[in-house]
Nanobody
């Protein structure tokens, strides 16, 4: 775990937007699929979105599809999550992760994780 650093979290009101970033200082993840997960208090960590190594393939959970956009810039070794139309139920700690094999699969298949960034949406 480790080797990924999230930033961009914060507090917004319902309907607001945030852009999360996930950087990989000191190591390249350009050949790995990367994803975002989130965990709300007293809930299981849940999948949010994933992007293939070259950005051509993306998948989203039903709860964020149409509101969030995942992207990456391999030249900057950075992944992003643009979050629009935020709702109180989006409140959680958001984690970025990378996996060396495949693109879809549960959280335990991701080998690298960041420490998380808090997103709070108030009504």
């Amino acid at each position: 775990q480790g080797q990924l650093v999230e930033s961009g979290g914060g507090s917004v009101q319902t309907g607001g937007s945030l852009r999360l970033s996930c950087a990989a200082p000191g190591r390249t993840f350009s050949t790995y699929a990367m994803g975002w997960f989130r965990q709300a208090p007293e809930k299981e960590r849940e999948f949010v979105a994933v992007i293939s190594w070259n950005g051509d393939i993306t998948y989203y959970s039903d709860s964020v599809n149409g509101r969030f956009i995942i992207s990456r810039d391999n030249a900057k070794n950075t992944m992003y999550l643009q979050m629009d139309s935020l709702q109180p139920y989006d409140t959680a700690v958001y984690y970025c992760a990378a996996r060396t094999v495949g693109i879809l699969g549960p959280a335990h298949e991701y080998e690298y994780w960041g420490q998380g960034t808090q997103v709070t949406v108030s009504s």
